[in-house]
């Protein structure tokens, strides 16, 4: 194995010295190059056309969503997915195949309903934000004040907004890396907080979205501190339809009823598998993903994908002529959704030996194309994600690489983090929405995220390379 | 006018010649012309100019959806359609708008759910066929009987499927021409029947769409004297679950609640208004659409794009420097949906001036952009659309017209009819679903829309070519 790795830096040198000479060296530049991919060797692509050509993933997707369905934190269908993750991860072969507790919340949606009662009566597609308290038995009715973004309505008086059912019609911008989903986010996750604090009696908001389909989209939010008054998602059609009716200038009502309430915490578990390393094998290569799902759809893209394609790499490095030097953990994390109730309780329980995890990677965005690399590591575990960036034809990105949601608690510990950026140009058409289903999964296309995941996670896991620590400053998530 | 008749005639004539020295006359072929039109006359290129300027169609299916939104047969939003219609003619600056009474059916959807309940446990979204009876209160479990097409349940023995629920899993398939919702709809209209007769208990059908999202396709079934049974469509992702469970090989159970019911009749009407004719106000051009939609959307493809088109047809013609000679007749229809209702009742009551009746047209298929044109006129009025065809770069389509639904009642009369065909590629997508929303409308393509039934319209109705009567022979419907 030794002699193996000698020979693949040996040639990581050369194709440096290459690089050199072509005048190479910003890989941020890589765009060019993406379309061949010249310089990966004979058992690198070996390894990604077996993974292009395997239908193994897609068939785990399906299992998993066809024969378990919605699973969210604290549900029937979130205890039978952990069965389900155990017996995937012992029909695979992977070792030492175990759960671990974790405490989860137990929300249920309920009941979901709205109109718009005036100027122009509508029913109105809604669903109720995670976490959200229901109404009053006989709803919520009044008046509607809508405001563009979640700054135009923290700036506003209190007194615009007391008694009134607040919209918050911020709209988001499709594109390849999802950046606008993160600058949307805010009116759902803070949008209820502003307004309890406010006086106001609930908060709707446009859906955190780029479809246009009579499906809204829920997804966490959280109170703090405020005064907890009820929340939903209108569909994106419902949005523009209620935004017509306030551009009207006439008074808007709206009648809202959520039955919507938190159940006492539930145990539910990160279900953990391993291919242990063949000569390294305390050190660990963590591959994640999250397990549960929100209620509405089967969760598909969110994040049954990812599941598949965590299980999908494993198994195919498990399958090696050579095994990995290092140990390939995969984690199917509880409870992402609502909390990261799995991330934190992994990141406590394995605290000790957060310094033998050489590398952590999530796959969390459904079957979008891979496109480029990032990385938040050592220089030397750069540079090393660098060559099989370019070995690849995939851009390297300069952005800090994130880890994926449920490795966020990792960061404290500077373990290394690693991420294939996936095109989330129609991701956030059906996430979180009814419409999560197994059709929205494009085969060829994840099994092109396997083939990117599996030949960068067998560089680094045969790599002799220092990965860590990560670079302290990271961009606040 | 007449002179402005004489030398459009001797520009037709022109331009034959031309054709003929082209080696051109096989209209069929003309696909290569399609993106120009070298042919069109100042005049009309002005019209379709400034109707491909014009937002004014795109602002009445707004202000019909925004403002009226579903209108199902009997109910009260079809009230406020038929008001709408009548101010909406009037603003427009129609000549003779007034209503004609029809008595529509009132059916209400009332609450319908459904659940897989074994093997594996799922909810699933479905939607109640229009006319479908309900069910008990405490809903129907059964065992679920799955046939790929109506034929293969026709010839099923009814053994097989007494006290079960039948599944019809025809999958229908995507073409510009729209032609396979006509050989899929036969599992909607008459599945219920056939599984009435045979003893079934319910019956599902996979949506009649082209789409894939969790919102399931409504439309009319009909169980003539066949025992009552429920009946309701699964959206395709749905679908595509029962089918895994019933490939699964397991016994299939599933629970179907729908509360659906037939009221009494109601009374809503057709709206009419014209635009006079200048010279032979007798002879009548008869633009329709239909007013109704299903009552799950705010009916913007299916009709308020129709309505629009021919609204905004008939006020930019009103606008001409020479209004046209013969009368434009707007005519929006109640109850297409769900039995013809206002396309029979205008047959009957103008049956007397059905012979004045030169040309019929009806726009049906959302903001779909034109590609050609199809005829069921005298061989006059044949060569006189070809013509029109060519001078828009439409391709010329041998099937004869069918002048669209409400024009159906119009074909014993032996009433001229012409289509101009719309791209139905994306219809099925959303058609008779809650995401039958405005923002499925694109403006540029309503817009083309309109400039093709402009120019048509314009020289149909200032010719003094006789069009009918139209052939007998007619494809079945």
């Known amino acids: 194995m030794l002699s193996a790795l000698r020979s693949r830096l040996v040639r990581m040198g050369g194709l440096a010295l ?7 060296g910003d890989w941020a530049g890589a765009k060019s190059t993406r379309s061949s991919a010249p310089a990966l060797d004979p058992a690198d692509a070996a390894l990604r056309d077996q993974a292009l050509a395997s239908d193994l993933a897609f ?11 919605a699973r969210p934190a604290g549900s029937a269908g979130n205890a039978r997915a952990v069965e389900w993750g155990v017996a995937t991860m012992k029909r695979l072969g992977f070792d030492e195949v175990h759960t671990e ?8 949606r309920g009941e979901n309903s709205g109109e718009i009662m005036a100027p122009w009566p509508h029913a109105a597609a809604l669903t109720a934000l995670g976490g959200s308290v229901g109404t009053p038995e006989e709803g919520i009715t009044a008046e509607v004040v809508a405001f563009p973004t979640l700054e135009a309505f923290q700036s506003a008086d209190d007194e615009k907004v007391r008694g009134k059912i607040v919209f918050l019609d911020r709209h988001m911008e499709r594109t390849r890396d999802g950046r606008g989903y993160g600058e949307t986010v805010p009116i759902r996750r803070d949008g209820p ?8 009696l609930a908060v709707l908001i446009r859906s955190v979205a780029t479809g246009s389909h009579r499906l809204p989209h829920t997804g966490a939010t959280r109170y703090g501190d405020a005064p907890k008054i009820p929340a939903a998602a209108l569909s994106v059609p419902d949005a523009d339809l209620l935004a017509a009716e306030v551009a009207s200038g006439q008074p808007v009502r709206f009648h809202l009823k959520l039955t919507s309430r938190t159940l006492p915490d539930e145990t539910s578990a990160n279900v953990i598998g391993e291919v242990r390393g063949s000569t390294h094998p305390e050190e660990i290569v963590l591959l994640g993903a999250h397990l549960d799902s929100w209620d509405l759809g089967t969760g598909a893209i969110d994040d049954g994908a990812g599941c598949a394609i965590v299980l999908a790499t494993a198994k195919l490095l498990a399958g090696l002529p050579h095994r990995p030097a290092r140990t390939l953990r995969v984690v199917l994390f509880a409870n992402e959704e609502f909390g990261l109730s799995g991330g934190r309780a992994y990141a406590k329980a394995h605290e000790a030996e957060l310094g033998k995890h050489v590398l ?14 990032r990385a938040a590591t050592s220089p030397a575990g750069t540079d ?5 960036a370019r070995d690849l034809g995939l851009e390297w990105n300069e952005t800090p690489a994130d880890g994926g949601a449920d490795l966020s608690p990792l960061e404290a510990a500077r373990v290394p983090l690693a991420d294939l950026a996936q095109d989330a140009s129609a991701y956030f058409n059906d996430h979180h929405t009814a419409d999560d289903t197994l059709d929205k999964v494009d085969p060829k296309d994840l099994a092109q995220v396997v083939s990117s995941f599996a030949v960068l996670v067998s560089r680094v896991a045969s790599s002799p390379t220092v990965m860590g620590p990560a670079p302290e400053a990271k961009p606040s998530r």
């Open 18 to 24: 290459l690089t050199l000479a072509l005048g190479g």
């Open 59 to 69: 068939q785990l997707v399906a299992s998993l969503t066809n024969e378990v369905g």
């Open 101 to 108: 507790p974790v405490t989860v919340p137990h929300w249920v």
């Open 193 to 200: 907080a502003v307004g309890g604090s406010k006086g106001a």
């Open 360 to 373: 952590g990677m999530e796959a969390d965005l459904g079957s979008g194309r891979v496109w480029g690399v």
């Open 384 to 388: 090393l994600l660098k060559s099989v």
